[in-house]
């Protein structure tokens, strides 16, 4: 169980083009999701979490009118690179978590296999 | 800030070697500790976890100790097998601001 998908594994698009980075949680409702950058061989960076049915909440220097994220159902939740450009490529990584053991706690996140984004 | 600092890799060892992985980190408060494990192809899997000061988690026969003198939670497994190889993170999270804080990633090959 606690399985969480991402597709598509890797995309390859031009400059300027935006590009759809969906997040799903296939056995179970995720009441957060959070998406992730890996740049090579540094740490996960945390860009933002979203609960289902409002907005998302972005880290200090990530632009909200660049990477848009939609977390329309407990089940779905979509990364949105808008006019991506070569310093956007990178590898992203969503989680998603059940929130059941309440706030203050940590609540398990279960990671999706990740995309890679390579703009040209 | 809170940060994670683990050792670089890749670490490469012989199957039945003796495997330790350091982690180091930065934070106020009493964070919880965790590993996590990437197998090629997969996301993130949590490895084991331990929620405060000299707790050991252990998981797959793998072990790491919460030291809060050092602020280390290193990793060790006693015999590794081909099926270890695989990317290992190290993570903190702090239950002020809802959000785990990774380090770096080491990853391990084990050759039979």
């Known amino acids: 169980g606690a399985v969480v998908s991402q597709h598509p594994s890797r995309v390859i698009c031009k400059s300027g083009t935006s590009v759809k980075i969906e997040c799903r949680s296939l056995d179970f409702q995720a009441t957060t999701m959070f998406w992730y950058r890996q740049f090579p061989k540094k740490s996960l960076m945390l860009m933002a979490t979203s609960n289902e049915g409002s907005k998302a909440t972005y880290e200090q220097g990530v632009e909200k009118d660049k990477f848009l994220i939609n977390h329309a159902s407990l089940t779905l939740s979509t990364l949105t690179v808008t006019s991506a450009h070569p310093e956007d490529s990178s590898f992203y990584i969503c989680s998603a978590g059940t929130g059941l053991a309440g706030p203050g706690a940590y609540n398990e996140q279960f990671f999706g296999p990740g995309t890679r984004l390579t703009v040209l | 800030g809170d940060s994670v600092t683990q050792m670089e890799g890749p670490v490469t060892l012989s199957e039945e070697a003796f495997l330790t992985i350091n982690c180091t980190y930065t934070?106020?408060?009493?964070?919880?500790l965790f590993w996590y494990v990437q197998y090629p192809g997969e996301g993130l899997q949590l490895l084991l976890k331990a929620t405060k000061a000299d707790d050991k988690g252990s998981n797959k026969g793998f072990e790491a100790t919460y030291r809060k003198e050092t602020t280390s939670f290193h990793l060790e497994k006693g015999s590794v097998q081909v099926s270890d190889s695989a990317v290992y993170f190290c993570a903190l999270f702090k239950a002020a601001g809802n959000k785990l804080t990774f380090g770096g990633g080491t990853r391990v090959l084990v050759k039979p």
């Open positions: 934070a106020t408060g009493y964070p919880s």
